[in-house]
């Protein structure tokens, strides 16, 4: 079992940036491939990024490319989102999620374990 906690997430102006920490619970984290997700009220969650165990593989959905960044240590069992340039459109609640395997993948549905979300809001 994988507990996920997020945090970092807040208010902010467009052009502005975050950082969203993702602290798991489990001492098998590294060997656990690691995604955030977002979902705006009304929309699907979606894509935004994921990271291999080994942090050699990633992979970022269109909209975010160039302005986000997902990294992790695995020795703090702890994953990261960079969030720079922020626009609007990237106002959601962000999760963090991981699966029992090694494999970056972009699909919610292959995630195994979900932290609670973290709020975050970007201003015009």
């Known amino acids: 079992q994988v507990q996920l906690v997020e945090s970092g997430g807040g208010l902010v102006q467009a052009g502005g940036s975050l950082r969203l920490s993702c602290a798991a619970s489990?001492?098998?984290?590294?060997?656990?491939?690691m995604g955030w997700f977002r979902q705006a009220p009304g929309k699907e969650r979606e894509f935004v990024a994921a990271?291999?165990?080994?942090?050699?593989?990633?992979r970022y959905a269109d909209s975010v490319k160039g302005r986000f960044t997902i990294s992790r240590d695995n020795a703090k069992n702890t994953v990261y989102l960079q969030m720079n340039s922020l626009k609007p459109e990237d106002t959601a609640v962000y999760y963090c999620?991981?699966?029992?395997?090694?494999?970056?993948?972009?699909?919610?549905?292959?995630?195994?374990?979900w932290g609670q979300g973290t709020q975050v809001t970007v201003s015009s």
């Open positions: 999620a991981a699966r029992d395997n090694n494999i970056a993948t972009m699909y919610p549905s292959e995630y195994d374990y």
């Open positions: 489990r001492r098998t984290f590294s060997s656990t491939a």
């Open positions: 990271i291999s165990w080994r942090g050699e593989t990633t």
